[in-house]
């Protein structure tokens, strides 16, 4: 089998992907050890037996629904490639807009620290160690085999030695104030852990996923540990649910009754983000 047949090959058999063009190219690259562009240029060279076999043992993973970046063990987010493992969630698209609110904010708020509650990959503490150099950051997550995968992270893109990361819920390990908080936590409600894809159900760490009846316990626990460690003029930048805004803002508003509160939509338009702001 050349290049060529063996992408128009694994897209055939990937038809049930919305993305089969990208999904078969990215799992060549993964079996000939390629980039994008190697696979143009040499269309017409052929596989060995052994990279064959392995293409297609990844295509029939893919089959099984599970997602690309499981099986390649990478995932990109805010344009760096990730490490990802089963015990971390992939980093999502809706959650760039996270980091760049952060990244605006910092630019005009004098911000000397901050945390990423619930790291995961490590992609939100990282991609902030690199832009915010003059601020110190923790990160910190329940699963010590999503640290390890976080710490990986923080090596490979050169900041790890600019980000603290600490195993223990939520906020436990804050001893000092900080500026500002930054918090993609678990927030499918129990209604839509039913409705959710297959894909994301079956393997991606139920622990990273599932925030309660409402999806909003561990939000609304966060609020209430963060009040008293968030410095004056400090923020809390929440990612949500597309049907949480309302009870966010309503539960940001009884916690933090003097704070600018506003909910803001994703590319798609869905309410995704939560900003507390206590600045005059
Ligand atoms: C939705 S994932 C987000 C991962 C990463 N920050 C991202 O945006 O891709 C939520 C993470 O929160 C962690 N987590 C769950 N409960 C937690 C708790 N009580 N305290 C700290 N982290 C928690 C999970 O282990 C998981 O890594």
Redesign the pocket.
Known sequence: MIIREALLWARRQLQASPTPHEDARLLLQHALEAGHTFLAAHSEQALTAEQEHLFRALVARARQLEPIPYITGEAPFCGLEFIVTPD??I??PE?EQLVEGAIARAATHPTKSLV??????G??AVVLARRLEQTDILA????AA?LDVARRNALRHGVVDRVKFHQG??LEALDAPVDLVVA???YVSDSEWTALDDAVKWYE?V???RGGPDGLD?IHRLLHQVRPLLRPNGAVFLEIGWRQGDAARQLARTLFPAARITVEPDYAGHDRMVIIDTSS
């Open positions: 971390v969630l980093p999502r959650t990423d509650v619930g790291t995961g990959s992609c939100i910190t997550d329940v699963s999503a819920k939520l993609n936590l678990p760490p622990g990273a996923l561990l």
